[in-house]
């Protein structure tokens, strides 16, 4: 079945400094997304990407489909203490299915 | 209204008792799903309801049993569940024939 591997599983960085992340999957989505969750609270969706080499933008946050279909990436910059979180990327395995990468855990430090 | 409500927030329940969550939801979305997720894991679906039809069980036990009474409402009722369902619940919706869902606050579960 289909994996997605996301990496880094923790990052730990100091506040104003930017955050790389990417997952990448055994085999092609035609979407992928981003979603954030606070401790103790539901994941909340950050961006949804649509088509291979879509960058897409929300406040100080960009995420892009990668080219082959199979990987993403989301970037932060100039991090502040709210983006404390884990972040989830996913993407549909049927059409009311989603796979869900292990999370990305980070911590903003002051 | 963009919000998936989930009560109650926190629910202790013995082995023995019955219980039940409830999901609602403004959207009109006509997609409605159940997880479950443990600490620091992501969420693992348990049932997705489409246009108020079950429309897949990820082989859940049936100690777990949903309800979907109309486009707006989910249940899960809970009964004789064992200290490793312990976990957070979390309710979800999405639009027809997208992917994108929007999940609620979920409700903590502790079986005692």
């Known amino acids: 079945g289909q994996q997605l591997n996301q990496s880094p599983q923790s990052m730990f960085i100091q506040e104003g400094e930017d955050v790389s992340m990417n997952c990448t999957s055994s085999s092609i989505f035609n979407t992928w997304l981003w979603y954030k969750q606070d401790p103790g609270e539901g994941p909340v969706l950050l961006i949804a990407?649509?088509?291979?080499?879509e960058l897409t933008s929300n406040g100080r946050l960009t995420a892009q489909f990668g080219i082959t279909r199979k990987d993403s990436f989301l970037n932060i910059s100039a991090s502040i203490p709210s983006d404390v979180g884990i972040y989830f990327c996913?993407?549909?395995?049927?059409?009311?299915?989603?796979?869900f990468g292990s999370g990305t855990q980070l911590t903003v430090l002051p | 209204d963009t919000e998936v409500t989930q009560t109650p927030k926190h629910l202790v329940m013995g082995m023995t008792n019955k219980k039940s969550l409830k999901c609602e939801q403004h959207m009109g979305h006509r997609a409605m799903y159940w997880y479950k997720q443990k600490a620091k894991k992501p969420p693992e679906l348990m049932f997705v309801?489409?246009?108020?039809?079950?429309?897949i069980n990820e082989s859940v036990p049936s100690r777990f049993s949903p309800e979907c009474p109309n486009s707006s409402l989910l249940n899960l009722h809970l009964h004789a569940l064992q200290p490793e369902d312990s976990a957070l619940y979390l309710c979800?919706?999405?639009?027809?024939?997208?992917?994108?869902?929007?999940f609620g606050p979920g409700t903590r579960l502790t079986v005692t």
């Open positions: 979800a919706s999405s639009q027809a024939g997208v992917y994108e869902q929007y």
């Open positions: 990407l649509y088509k291979a080499g």
């Open positions: 996913a993407g549909p395995r049927s059409a009311r299915q989603l796979t």
């Open positions: 309801y489409s246009y108020e039809k079950l429309s």
